[in-house]
């Protein structure tokens, strides 16, 4: 089996910083493009953040020049810095990667349980 477990969130004020990290686990073979998504209270789930294999990353335009993303292959973990934080932030944060769990296994798309940001003063 294979896990994602995020950890990081909490209550931070406007204009803060928090820091995202997300972990696999278990029958991890290889690992292909790792993301950050998104949803806010009555919202769809959106897209934030990825980090592929190559080491190019993709922004949602709402959070260019604010969040980073960056990876360590070795922990198999990929971290989310949130820089100068807005209300509109305020979100469960979801980690989602694609892993093969064999060699030539086909790849299989994971979504750790979420993390809670909430930004308010």
């Known amino acids: 089996q294979v896990q994602l477990v995020e950890s990081g969130g909490g209550l931070v004020q406007p204009g803060g910083s928090l820091r995202l990290s997300c972990t696999a686990s278990?029958?991890?073979?290889?690992?292909?493009?790792m993301a950050w998504h998104r949803q806010a209270p009555g919202k769809e789930r959106e897209f934030v953040a990825n980090f592929t294999p190559g080491g190019s990353t993709n922004y949602a335009d709402s959070v260019k020049d604010r969040f980073t993303v960056s990876r360590d292959n070795a922990k198999k973990t990929v971290y989310l810095q949130m820089n100068s934080l807005k209300p509109e932030d305020t979100a469960v944060y979801y980690c989602?990667?694609?892993?093969?769990?064999?060699?030539?296994?086909?790849?299989?798309?994971?979504w750790g349980q979420g993390t809670q940001v909430t930004v308010s003063s």
């Open positions: 989602n990667a694609n892993i093969r769990t064999q060699y030539g296994g086909t790849w299989g798309a994971y």
């Open positions: 278990g029958r991890v073979f290889s690992i292909g493009v």
